[in-house]
């Protein structure tokens, strides 16, 4: 059993031969491509709960009040604000 190879080695590397014969163009990026991209805030329950209650209070999304937060630093520093649309 000490001289068996993990299973697992096999997938580290693709041998030469298969490397070169895939005809395939591979996986494109499209990150970025979109009207929108998706992002992930990590908040605290905590945190979530008085940033949804603010919102609310606001009546208007989390995803405005981010931008708007967003775009009044950007603004303090000289900089122009994000589009926002």
């Known amino acids: ?29 499209t ?3 979109n009207k929108r991209v998706g992002i992930a805030v990590r908040l605290s329950p905590a945190d979530w709960h008085r940033a949804t209650a603010f919102a609310m209070h606001e ?3 989390l995803q405005r009040l981010l931008v708007a937060g967003v775009s009044e630093l950007l603004r303090q520093r000289g900089l122009p604000p994000l589009a926002g649309d």
């Open 31 to 33: 990150r970025g491509k």
């Open 1 to 29: 059993m000490a001289n068996a190879t993990s299973s697992l080695s096999k997938f580290a590397v693709k041998p030469v031969d298969e490397a070169s014969a895939s005809t395939s163009p591979g996986i494109v990026p």
């Open 59 to 61: 009546r208007t999304s």
